[in-house]
């Protein structure tokens, strides 16, 4: 199993410009969540979503959007990139948030200039 | 704002000493979870504890969780080099199903192990 896969690793952006952060995982969970991590604030979720279809907002959703139409994806758009989305962004999976821990890829370090 | 805040925010120890570290959080949670993260990678689940749940054990971690207080500590006992890295506490809603699984993280304790 790969787990949970995210690309790129390392993107970088002009301001304005939109781009997509991939997310795939393979083991049937139904759970998703995009976090951004900057330093010294921990993790701030983005966007959750508890099966296809189905999506949620997490604390810090604007200028950014998700869509879920497979279980396997959970892509993050980025609509006009800003230096303030300059981040590390991480996708995570669980076969069940409410009960089992979750699944992290290994992040996208994002830079907006 | 966050729901977890962890205390303290670094703790350097030297090998075979214990780490204790403890979270606060605001409102009601369905579960708690500590994930450990070393540096520039991705977070790693080690523990997870039911809101009717006091401790939990998992070979040298030690998690307790007191809901009274709104609070939980994580207990590394003979702790090693390897053991350095980044904790994290994740809380989840607990007023309604809706927001299970739905965490948030704090800031993190940063612990340093020296041999």
């Known amino acids: 199993n790969a787990g949970v896969t995210q690309t790129p690793k390392f993107q970088v952006l002009k301001t304005g410009q939109s781009m997509t952060l991939q997310c795939a995982q393979d083991?049937?969970?139904?759970?998703m969540s995009w976090y951004r991590q900057d330093p010294g604030m921990g993790l701030r979720l983005i966007h959750y979503?508890?099966?296809?279809?189905?999506?949620d907002q997490g604390e810090v959703p604007n200028g950014y959007n998700v869509s879920r139409s497979t279980t396997e994806d959970f892509p993050l758009r980025l609509l006009s990139a800003a230096p303030s989305q300059t981040s590390v962004y991480f996708c995570a999976s669980s076969y069940s948030g409410a009960f089992y821990g979750y699944t992290f890829g290994s992040g996208t370090r994002l830079t907006v200039v | 704002s966050q729901q977890g805040e962890e205390d303290p925010q670094a703790l350097s120890i030297q090998e075979g000493e214990n780490a204790t570290m403890n979270c606060s959080y605001k409102t009601s949670i369905n579960n708690l979870q500590w994930y450990r993260q070393n540096s520039g990678r991705g977070l790693v689940h080690l523990i997870l504890i039911r809101s009717n749940e006091r401790e939990k054990h998992s070979g040298r971690l030690r998690v307790t969780l007191d809901t009274s207080k709104k609070s939980s500590s994580l207990l590394i006992t003979a702790s090693r080099a390897a053991d350095t890295a980044s904790y994290f506490c994740?809380?989840?809603?607990?007023?309604?199903?809706?927001?299970?699984?739905?965490?948030?993280f704090g800031a993190g304790t940063q612990v340093v192990v020296t041999p």
């Open positions: 994740a809380t989840d809603g607990g007023e309604t199903t809706d927001s299970w699984g739905k965490f948030q």
């Open positions: 083991m049937n969970h139904e759970y």
């Open positions: 979503s508890v099966g296809a279809g189905i999506t």
